[in-house]
């Protein structure tokens, strides 16, 4: 079974600083992207950022210049460093991998259980 383990979230006043980390275990061939979603209260989940296997990157607009997307590909893992934090970043943010292929060839979704981050103003 393929589980992705979030940790990294908390309190933090606007202005300050998060880094979010995840790690996907399993039996895993390979995993091409990853990213992190969030939603706040009474929201659509959306799309903060991902990168693919080669480094590539997509940000939402309201993030760049703030937020900074990496990843290991030999710990199966990314993170998100969260800068010039805002009390409209407050959401649960999700580690995702739309695509993982699985040691069977098995091609999954695989969803975080999500961590809290707040800011305060």
């Known amino acids: 079974q393929v589980q992705l383990v979030e940790s990294g979230g908390g309190l933090v006043q606007a202005g300050g600083s998060l880094r979010l980390s995840c790690a996907a275990s399993?039996?895993?061939?390979?995993?091409?992207?990853m990213g992190w979603y969030r939603q706040a209260p009474g929201k659509q989940r959306e799309l903060v950022a991902s990168i693919t296997s080669g480094g590539r990157t997509n940000y939402r607009d309201s993030v760049k210049g703030r937020f900074t997307i990496s990843r290991d590909n030999a710990k199966k893992a990314v993170s998100l460093q969260m800068n010039d934090l805002k009390p409209e970043d407050t959401a649960v943010y999700y580690c995702?991998?739309?695509?993982?292929?699985?040691?069977?060839?098995?091609?999954?979704?695989?969803w975080g259980q999500g961590t809290l981050v707040t800011v305060s103003s």
């Open positions: 995702h991998a739309p695509g993982v292929v699985s040691a069977g060839r098995s091609v999954l979704e695989v």
């Open positions: 399993g039996s895993i061939f390979s995993i091409n992207v």
